[in-house]
């Protein structure tokens, strides 16, 4: 997986990358999200989980989730191209754009009422609704930046990177990826109980 780069993109399919996150950007404006935090500010880092401006700014804590959605991503293209080699005609060069296709997609799941109001219901995450569309275009710029870390790191690197990551936000915030995917999809109130203690 590191140390190689031919899952990096050429012109076009970097052409194409910017041609997708303006799409999810103009989908994000149409479905009403607000383009930046309701406190008037843009930061750089906001780190209060049980806030109004959790998820508004340009990085937070699940800015690492992000980080860590590009290691994935890269890690799925790198089984598809080159080792299944599933896209046999399509050069493994547009894996950079499908994984923005991916993020994006889920950018704009994640802030549909739907995601919106299960947060509430099943996570510690009881006020939220939903990320600013600088949070989230940012949110695809952290997984461009794991894939990208992904394509230049031996493949011990980013496996190691990736659980720090979790451990890290694990300690921090009670929350991290794995937790984030368990409480939506099976939600355990044992350890919903144990995130409300933080």
């Not at 012109?11 to 009403?32: K, N, Q, S």
């Not at 889920?106 to 995601?115: F, G």
Request: aromatic share 14%.
């Amino acid at each position: 997986m590191g140390g190689k780069t031919s899952l990096m993109p050429h012109r076009a399919a970097l052409l194409w990358t910017v041609i997708i996150a303006a799409a999810i950007l103009a989908i994000l404006l149409a479905m009403g999200r607000p383009a930046i935090c309701d406190c008037g500010v843009v930061r750089l880092w906001h780190g209060v989980v049980q806030s109004a401006e959790n998820s508004q700014h340009i990085a937070d804590w699940y800015s690492f989730s992000h980080v860590i959605h590009g290691l994935l991503f890269y890690f799925f293209a790198h089984l598809l191209w080159r080792r299944w080699r599933w896209f046999g005609g399509l050069p493994a060069r547009w894996a950079l754009p499908i994984a923005v296709a991916f993020e994006g997609f889920w950018e704009l799941l994640e802030n549909s009422p739907l995601i919106i109001e299960r947060y509430r219901e099943v996570t510690v995450s009881w006020g939220y609704s939903g990320d600013s569309i600088v949070n989230s275009m940012a949110d695809i710029g952290w997984m461009m930046v794991g894939f990208v870390l992904a394509s230049r790191l031996p493949i011990w690197v980013s496996i190691a990177l990736a659980i720090a990551f979790e451990l890290f936000t694990l300690a921090m915030i009670r929350d991290n990826l794995t937790l984030n995917i368990v409480m939506l999809v099976w939600p355990i109130d044992a350890i919903r109980d144990w995130q409300a203690l933080a």
